[in-house]
């Protein structure tokens, strides 16, 4: 798996060389995406940097070992004065957190203070759904941005793969040949390797299966069978900037909101799927959420629709005749 090339901090060997086998551990045995990686080592540089300066000197596992909650709320408020979001900080501080839990249970560094520390309070974020007829006219009508014919059936089959699939659009982009040929061939579900490598089953619909066998009808490459199918206009693979771009020119277009993004159409297939009255655990199932409460998120979306459903099927909210 892809990795950071290495860290360089403000710190001792020994946190030096604990932080590069916490980067080992994370991507090996968590099977923490490159991003993750990337964002966690940005954050546990920043924050022994931060020490660095505010304790003095090289950064060693005995120091780390000592800091008090006063060291730990130092951090925050510093990074509170430099305007960084809440957001950015609460990433941080889990990032923080784990690189220490990973030295207590390596028996490196055990320090108690940061377990105590509370997590800066986020504001909620709802998805941003598109309705039903907004989603229908970005799908139905992205083709007419195309220069080429194989590029709109391109961008047609990749919008239909996050809206009728409810697909990231790496997922989406990182589907091969092989898998493209499935799809066109008439299978009606897709096995989608998602975030942490797993794993789950996702029906295609018919208007998947059409937009997708028209790509590969029009494509003018050579699609190796185990490689990304989705290919941009010089042949390489399909940048998902590309497909960022282009939702954006239909956005404006259609006059829709700047939240109408390639991955507000993955919101909209669980919103609308819940708000015809889908499954929770079974939406959670096909977006591919470890947990249920990530995809509780969409329940605040839909809760008059819910509402309605728990009154009519509850049976003390049945009223007697």
């Not at 505010?54 to 408020?77: C, M, P, V, Y």
């Not at 998602?194 to 494509?219: D, E």
């Not at 590309?242 to 993955?266: C, E, F, N, Y």
């Not at 799927?273 to 969409?298: F, N, V, W």
């Amino acid at each position: 798996m892809a990795r950071p090339a290495g860290l360089t901090l403000a710190a001792a060997p020994d946190v030096a060389q604990a932080a590069t086998a916490w980067q080992d551990w994370l991507a090996d045995e968590k099977r923490a995406a490159a991003p993750t990686l990337e964002a966690y080592r940005h954050d546990l540089a920043e924050f022994l940097s931060f020490l660095s300066r505010h304790r003095g000197g090289e950064i060693g596992l005995k120091l780390l070992a000592a800091l008090t909650q006063n060291d730990f709320r130092a951090w925050l408020s510093a990074r509170s004065t430099q305007g960084l979001a809440r957001t950015s900080t609460a990433r941080a501080l889990s990032a923080v957190r784990g690189f220490f839990r990973f030295l207590d249970r390596r028996g490196l560094c055990h320090n108690a203070s940061i377990g105590v520390l509370r997590t800066p309070k986020l504001p909620k974020s709802l998805p941003k759904a598109l309705t039903t007829a907004e989603a229908r006219e970005l799908t139905d009508g992205i083709e007419q941005l195309a220069d080429e014919p194989w590029i709109g059936a391109r961008d047609t089959a990749v919008v239909l793969l996050l809206y009728g699939a409810g697909l990231r659009i790496a997922e989406a982009l990182g589907l091969s040949k092989a898998d493209l040929d499935r799809i066109a061939g008439g299978a009606e579900s897709l096995v989608i390797t998602g975030k942490g490598r797993k794993q789950r089953l996702v029906p295609i619909l018919p208007a998947i299966r059409q937009g997708v066998a028209a790509y590969l009808r029009l494509c003018p490459y050579e699609l190796p069978l185990k490689q990304p199918a989705f290919r941009g206009a010089r042949g390489k693979p399909l940048d998902p900037a590309i497909v960022q771009r282009t939702v954006a020119k239909m956005r404006g277009m259609l006059g829709l909101p700047d939240s109408a993004t390639p991955h507000a159409l993955r919101h909209s297939f669980a919103t609308h799927l819940l708000g015809a009255g889908g499954d929770l655990r079974a939406i959670q199932e096909l977006l591919g959420h470890a947990s249920l409460s990530t995809t509780q998120r969409y329940t605040s979306v839909d809760a008059a629709r819910l509402g309605a459903i728990h009154a009519a099927a509850h049976p003390r909210a049945r009223r007697k005749p």
